[in-house]
């Protein structure tokens, strides 16, 4: 019999071992950062608590969700306005009016905007107001900078969403990015690599899990000419390829792997270019290290060849920017956004 109990006990030992080891580089948490530095960088003034996503129009406008924060906000989050056509572009908070929309709650993530025949902006933008996400569809008054709420969208499949894609003004591809809401259990499940999380398409018709499994599904994007879907795996390190089908069902074609854990993703309109922001190493922007979470923004060209190009575009180990999530660019200028630090622009 002790013999029996020092074997399932060796047993324990070994397995737990090899978790411990999967997590470890699944989180790369051994990973130092070689700085790359770019020229004419400068912190922007005004955001003190973070810019997780950043979305920017043709014509310059960029939307900054800031405030994000778990399980609850202290004070409410904010969408911020940049217009990077001016020489030295500051923010300014939308107003948001609305009826029902409760805006003391506003807890934003992921945004997206789509843009209508009629030129009418609508930004879509995933909330946390409490255990269950939503998705708050606004439409952009661009003379009063105001956002006036038109909806707030809730469904049994998103639970828990991270990123969203507007493909239309009430139709979208969102990221879950988790199930499980109790923070201990969902820890162990992370450590174990069980928390499985899924893209699901939304329309007011039709409502479908359209890609599953996923350690942790995070950013999302569309090409431009809407053919191919674009998935951020963040705990696997790859950008997933989907070729997207008329009745908006997913078929994956390929995965770029990547020595980073990746956020959201950005589609340069005019190249096709991927932008990601990345965390370098996850132990330092899942957990209260002591050491301050690094930034990375990658870019990927030709991302449907064979060879796709992978270039790091920024590095920085936490000294100027911490826990970089989003990058976007229009006419040469980089806009970096981080989880719940500041954001970064460039002039490159």
């Given amino acids: 019999m002790v ?12 397995a737990f071992k090899d978790h411990q080891a999967s997590y470890e580089t699944r989180m790369n948490a051994f990973r130092e950062v070689e700085p790359v530095e770019l020229p004419n960088c400068n912190l922007v003034k005004g955001i003190e608590s973070g810019s997780e996503d950043l979305e920017i129009l043709s014509n310059g406008l960029a939307f900054i969700s800031s405030g994000l924060k778990y399980p609850r906000p202290e004070k409410p989050g904010k969408i911020l306005l940049m217009d990077l056509n001016n020489e030295d572009p500051t923010v300014l908070e939308l107003e948001i009016t609305a009826n029902k929309f409760n805006v003391s709650s506003f807890n934003p993530h992921g945004i997206s905007t789509f843009t209508d025949k009629d030129n009418t902006v609508y930004l879509l933008v995933v909330n946390h107001p409490d255990d269950h996400s939503t998705v708050e569809l606004f439409k952009f ?9 038109l909806k707030t969208i809730k469904h049994e499949l998103l639970p828990n969403m991270n990123d969203i894609v507007a493909v239309g003004p009430e139709h979208f591809y969102a990221t879950n990015n988790h199930y499980f809401e109790n923070p201990f259990w969902r820890h162990w499940l992370i450590y174990l690599g069980l928390e499985l999380s899924d893209v699901v398409y939304y329309s007011p018709n039709e409502v479908k899990v359209v890609a599953d499994e996923f350690d942790i599904a995070n950013g999302i994007n569309v090409s431009p000419d809407g053919k191919y879907v674009y998935v951020a795996e963040t705990l696997a390190h790859k950008i997933h390829v989907y070729e997207r089908h008329d009745n908006w069902t997913l078929t994956l074609l390929k995965s770029v792997v990547l020595n980073t854990l990746v956020d959201n993703i950005f589609v340069d309109p005019v190249t096709g270019d991927l932008w990601v922001g990345c965390h370098p190493n996850g132990m330092r922007i899942f957990y209260n290290s002591k050491e301050p979470p690094a930034s990375e923004v990658l870019q990927i060209q030709d991302i449907l060849t064979e060879d796709p190009k992978v270039t790091v575009v920024y590095a920085d180990n936490g000294t100027v920017l911490q826990g970089s999530s989003a990058a976007s660019v229009y006419k040469g200028k980089l806009l970096i956004g981080s989880v719940s630090h500041k954001a970064l622009y460039c002039k490159r």
């Fill in 141 to 149: 008054q661009e003379e009063e900078k105001r956002l006036l709420h």
């Fill in 3 to 14: 013999k029996m109990l020092l074997t399932l006990l060796g047993l324990t030992l070994t």
